[in-house]
């Protein structure tokens, strides 16, 4: 017999699945949640919270580098530790892990530490984790009315690629690095290529991108990846785009990859090369078959609701790979735990989901690019306010970059913002409560803005779409 019974269980504890069983907690629901690695997920521990510490510390390495004259200090020879950087985004990681830790224990949570499978409908069965050092403990089952499938994504690799922690590194052997390769190529130009990108060449790094589409950043606006290449180039980052990753032999020193492009062949040499291609969720060995839960492409199947095929089962987060985001997990999480206590959660619209380059300049986006709203039909006027004139951002020396507004001219409302420059990613959020709460964007341009700041930006666009700039 099972040792314990819940109402709910989360296989997972990442942001879609610790953040789902707070909320089921805060519903009223007896809820568990198993992990076998860490809490908080790959973003707390080797993603989102300690990259960004490090490119913070990036950022004032850049400006001491390249700022003297503008901000008036005398430039020298800089020595930065690497592995001082390192060490602080270990800090910041570890205080958000048990802050994670502080928040289930006050919500009454159990944290069932092992593996998960699932023997049978209404079982989860938990295996101790297996280190070297011991051998396998005996699993205990745990019996629930509902379960919730928040496993998360792993890398995926290149064709006949893989990774060997040393020379051949993901993400997670180069964010624990405390060591600066003198050379590096990042294959792929997503958001973890970018932001690995901007990271290294501010510390001096050779840096080459190698992105097998057309452009980087292949999922934003053309202008959005046009002005980050731009960007990027200048400050020395070699940038190859319609190239494709055919071998990577590591040996001696360093590693030699054989890339095709335009149908040639040509040879790339670095220390070391990441791979930052993409994800695929974890699935395998839950027991889904055994359930018969319906999967496509190696992803869960849900419905709006967050619920699969199967009574009782639901799944959320990049298990489900509708955008594998933190935040968009966490609000699946939400959603789902609402649903399962009977409140109805929200309808969650994907394409319209806010997103964001940690780069520098940073790129940030939310909604339809200019090529999706042609292809959906809508009839639309787009327009661009420039930070170089924004106050803020001058003073702030940082103003390269727009703001983008798209907006359907039949009601005015916004179909998508695309923006690159300084600090972007925080000016989301005002553009996504227009989108939700059905304002138009006059709104944004009647609504009073602080002076100075960047956000003045936005109402700047807005009010370019209804007629006229102000600062323009």
Not at 224 to 232: F, G, I, M, R, T
Not at 389 to 400: F, P
Request: some cysteine.
């Amino acid at each position: 017999m099972p040792e314990a019974s819940y109402d709910l269980i989360i296989l997972g504890a990442g942001p879609a699945g610790y953040v789902c069983a707070i909320r089921a907690a805060q519903l009223g629901l007896k809820t568990a949640v198993v992990e076998k690695e860490f809490l908080g997920g790959v973003c707390l521990n080797l993603g989102c919270i300690p990259s960004k510490a490090l490119l913070r510390n990036a950022e004032v390495i850049q400006t001491l580098k390249t700022g003297s004259k503008e901000f008036g200090f005398e430039a020298g020879e800089i020595r930065a530790d690497y592995s001082s950087a390192v060490r602080r985004s270990r800090q910041v990681s570890n205080r958000m892990v048990k802050g994670v830790e502080f928040l289930l224990k006050k919500n009454s949570i159990e944290v069932l530490r092992g593996s998960a499978r699932i023997p049978e409908p209404g079982v989860v069965e938990v295996s101790p984790a297996v280190s070297a050092a011991s051998s396998p403990g005996e699993s205990t089952r745990y019996r629930c009315r509902h379960m919730v499938i928040a496993t998360g994504a792993r890398p995926s690799f290149p064709p006949g690629v893989s990774p060997d922690g040393d020379r051949i590194l993901t993400y997670r052997e180069a964010i624990l690095r405390e060591t600066l390769p003198a050379s590096a190529v990042i294959v792929g130009g997503g958001p973890i290529g970018l932001e690995f990108a901007t990271l290294w060449n501010s510390y001096g790094v050779q840096v080459t991108v190698v992105e097998m589409l057309p452009r980087i950043a292949p999922l934003e606006d053309e202008e959005v990846s046009a002005e980050l290449a731009k960007a990027l180039t200048r400050r020395g980052v070699d940038i190859r785009v319609g190239s494709a990753v055919e071998a990577v032999e590591p040996g001696g020193t360093g590693v030699k990859l054989r890339v095709q492009s335009c149908g040639k062949i040509e040879s790339l040499n670095a220390e070391c090369v990441l791979l930052a291609v993409g994800f695929r969720p974890n699935i395998e060995d839950l027991g889904l078959e055994t359930l018969g839960v319906k999967t496509e492409k190696g992803r869960v199947s849900i419905d709006q609701r967050m619920a699969t095929n199967i009574p009782g089962v639901w799944a959320i987060g990049d298990v489900t790979g509708k955008l594998m985001l933190a935040h968009v997990g966490s609000a699946m999480g939400i959603a789902c735990a609402e649903n399962i206590a009977g409140r109805g959660g929200a309808v969650l619209d994907y394409d319209f989901m806010p997103r964001a380059i940690f780069s520098r300049p940073q790129a940030a986006a939310f909604g339809l690019t200019e090529a999706q709203a042609k292809e959906r039909g809508y009839t639309f006027k787009t327009v661009r306010f420039p930070f170089q004139a924004n106050g803020k951002a001058l003073g702030l020396g940082d103003y390269g970059g727009w703001v983008k507004l798209l907006a359907d001219v039949r009601t005015g409302n916004l179909l998508g913002a695309h923006l690159v420059g300084p600090e972007v990613s925080e000016l989301l959020p005002e553009l996504t409560l227009a989108y939700q709460a059905g304002l138009p964007a006059e709104a944004i341009a009647r609504n009073v803005h602080t002076h100075p700041t960047l956000s003045e930006t936005l109402m700047e666009a807005a009010h370019g779409l209804g007629g006229g700039y102000i600062h323009l």
